[in-house]
């Protein structure tokens, strides 16, 4: 088992930055595709990006290039999310998730941080 839990979350104003962190325990995580998620009201989760174990060629949504960046420590067993340049339409529940061999419909999630971005 694995639990995940973000932190980092809050009101920051539009054009701020906020780091996300995940911090996972139970077992390490280095193996597992690490991912971000968001969910907004009324909206599904949609993925805003993902980095394989070595840190190689991370996955961002179009929506957030070039603003967001993701990294992981995997001597931590962690994952971070910088956020930067933030908008409203970015205000949301961010889910941190682990993700083996199986995918992300078997991940492990996190419980979430809201993160919410006024204009």
């Known amino acids: 088992q694995v639990q995940l839990v973000e932190s980092g979350g809050g009101l920051v104003q539009a054009g701020g930055s906020l780091r996300l962190s995940c911090a996972a325990s139970g077992r390490t995580v280095n193996r597992y595709i690490m991912g971000w998620f968001r969910q907004a009201p009324g909206k599904e989760r949609d993925i805003v990006a993902a980095?394989?174990?070595?840190?190689?060629?991370?996955y961002y949504a179009d929506s957030v290039k070039g603003r967001f960046t993701i990294s992981r420590d995997n001597d931590k067993n962690a994952v971070y999310l910088q956020m930067n340049s933030l908008k409203p339409e970015d205000t949301a529940v961010y889910y941190c998730?682990?993700?083996?061999?199986?995918?992300?419909?078997?991940?492990?999630w996190g419980q979430g941080t809201q993160v919410t971005v006024s204009s």
């Open positions: 998730a682990a993700a083996g061999t199986t995918g992300w419909g078997d991940a492990y």
């Open positions: 980095i394989s174990w070595s840190g190689g060629n991370p």
